[in-house]
């Protein structure tokens, strides 16, 4: 699968990230979300606090799918 280019991919709602770069640094913004720097000095734009939670639900969902079989 080909990744769309970088900008449609923000104007689909998901930044590319090259696999090189790493997560260096949450920044907090207020009581909007968190935005992420990654090692190639880009950022990827506010994450907001209610995705974060959804996102931490649905890892633990799928964790627990995982230990239950």
């Excluded at 080909?2 to 998901?14: F, I, L, S, V």
């Amino acid at each position: 699968m080909q990744r769309p280019a970088p900008e449609q991919a923000r104007r689909q709602g998901t930044p590319p990230a090259p696999k090189t770069a790493r997560l260096t640094a949450l920044e907090p913004v207020a009581d909007k979300g968190l935005h992420l720097v990654l090692s190639d000095r880009h950022g990827r734009g506010i994450y907001p606090w209610r995705f974060l939670r959804r996102l931490a639900q649905l890892a633990n969902q799928e964790k627990s799918l995982r230990l239950s079989r």
